[in-house]
């Protein structure tokens, strides 16, 4: 029984560190647990000698430290018992992966317009492919995403998703090169006007990275539906 129990209980609390860390990094103003610590120590935090990095962005610190931890709580489930932490896992991966994917899609297949918008911020694409990119790049999110969840076309999927990380992180790195302020466009289309630093591609930067670790795992796992068919 322990040897059920355990692996899983270690799972949850990775999985729900792994969660915590991803929204630590992405949505500060949404979710953040540190929001109440900064606003308790903040006057002691810029008093104090530590490093301009750490002061400005302690919640991206914060929430590193908590995918590192789930990482960690990932090696004695998987000692216990490899098979079932797994199946968890892949499980996990597909379904967390996948449905992030299916959310990034939403508010762009509502308002392409808006999304062509952040598009041509990054100043990386041709003008003249900006609008179809702003078409199709949504549509690939949304039906790849599903299509990991729920057909055994695992790698099939990965590769995509990994081809649409990859651009994502050029684009990032090119904003980054040019010292643009933007705005991610990775889950809202919302138009925020006055950016004032390079901060958002920053971090936006260091989440896609956090996610690549699982996405390349998915690789190494066999061809499966979550239904267990081959």
Known sequence: MMRVLAPIFCLFLATALFVLGVFEISFREVFSIDKFLWDKYEEELFSSG????????????????????A??????????????????LEVLARVGIGGMFIFASLDKIADP????????????LPNNLINLWALILPQIEFW?????????????????????????????VWALALGLSIVCGCFSVEIVEGAQSTKEAWITLIRDIVL????IWLLTRKNKWLGGAE
């Open 212 to 215: 690549l670790w699982p996405t």
């Open 50 to 69: 530590l490093p301009i990095i750490v002061k400005y962005h302690l919640h991206v610190f914060i929430g590193i430290a908590e995918t590192i931890l």
């Open 113 to 124: 317009k808006s999304f062509a918008v952040l598009i041509a911020q990054y100043q990386f």
């Open 71 to 88: 990482a960690l709580l990932i090696i004695p489930a998987w000692k216990m018992n490899k098979a079932l932490s797994g199946r968890v």
């Open 144 to 172: 790849f995403g599903l299509a990991l969840i729920v057909t055994p076309f695992v790698k099939e999927c990965i590769w995509a998703i990994l081809g649409m990380f990859a651009a994502f992180i050029i684009a990032l």
